[in-house]
């Protein structure tokens, strides 16, 4: 197999881009790279500190500009943050760079994947799972414009929906060459 362009993995916090991702990219023998793990290390400091002392504003145009610096990179797997695909100009140089793979999960399994985490600044308010469920709703219409759409249900094990992932991808030759499904 060989992959010509970068996939990009959307979606909410909790829909796996970071687990499928790094299973992805095994199948693959690619690299795999995590937009927030990029951003945390540049910045030396936790995705919540950096909400708490620069704001969300400054944390969304730093990662809109280490996404492009990854796009320009050798061709991997690449999970961004669940915001990341809301600037409509990181979604058109993912368009033209890569592709666009929304893993797309309902309320419910977000929320028991997220419910215990202390990590999500934008959950912390005084009802969780309120904002997790607006977030949703708001957020939908955008990761929508992926181009690829794979469901992510509770039955499926990480390797199923890296699989999945796999199948979709087949379907461009522009991205993967050299897969069966």
Do not use: C
């Amino acid at each position: 197999m060989k992959l010509h362009k970068t996939v990009v993995l959307v979606g909410m916090m909790g829909a796996g881009k970071t687990a499928v991702g790094k299973e992805l990219a095994r199948m693959l023998a690619v690299p795999f790279l995590d937009s927030d793990e990029e951003i945390v290390a540049a910045a030396a400091m936790s995705i919540s500190e950096i909400f708490e002392r620069d704001g969300e504003d400054f944390f969304r145009a730093r990662e809109a500009e280490v996404i492009a610096r990854l796009m320009r990179g050798t061709p991997g797997v690449l999970s961004v943050g669940g915001g990341a695909f809301l600037n409509a100009k990181t979604r058109a140089l993912i368009s033209d760079l890569g592709v666009s793979v929304w893993l797309r999960a309902d309320l419910e399994l977000l929320w028991s994947r997220v419910r215990q985490k202390t990590t999500r600044p934008l959950l912390m308010t005084a009802n969780p799972r309120a904002t997790l469920a607006d977030l949703l709703a708001q957020r939908e219409p955008l990761y929508a414009k992926a181009d690829l759409v794979v469901e992510t249900l509770p039955a499926y094990a990480i390797a199923d929906t890296a699989r999945a992932v796999l199948t979709k991808l087949a379907s461009r030759a522009d991205v993967l060459e050299g897969v069966s499904t």
